[in-house]
């Protein structure tokens, strides 16, 4: 399977926006964003999971960031507004190696990663 790869990622202000995209090679359209900050652990962001019709989204973020898709383009896009310093961390795309219900958000052991993108938030 193709490792999925993220751009967008930067440097903004508390307040601003970014949007991350990642092109992967999904077999259920089923991708995700997940993030990790030094010494914490990975966290799920946002996701379309498999035959889920309403994408997951962290509660730390739901109202800030939208998750899109374009399926002809296999991208997922993560729009990012009204960011803050605690959204620091390393963005990664996951696409689920296996099509079963909402196992890109629940399983994320069985998911292929992106080398991951720097979102940098300052105050």
């Known amino acids: 399977q193709v490792k999925p790869v993220e751009t967008g990622g930067g440097s903004v202000q508390a307040g601003g926006s970014l949007r991350l995209s990642c092109t992967g090679s999904s077999l259920c359209n089923s991708m995700g964003w997940f993030r990790q900050a030094p ?26 960031f939208t998750i899109s898709r ?4 296999s991208t997922v896009y993560l729009q990012m507004s009204s960011l803050k310093p605690e ?9 689920p190696r296996i099509c079963v219900g ?7 052991e069985h998911n292929d990663w992106g080398e991951g993108t720097q979102v940098t938030v300052s105050s």
């Open 102 to 108: 909402d196992w890109v958000w629940r399983r994320p």
């Open 39 to 64: 010494g914490k652990e990975r966290e799920g962001v946002a996701a379309f999971a498999h035959d889920y019709d309403s994408p997951y989204y962290a509660d730390s973020v739901k109202g800030r």
């Open 87 to 95: 959204d620091t961390a390393k963005y990664y795309c996951a696409v």
């Open 70 to 73: 374009d399926s002809a383009k």
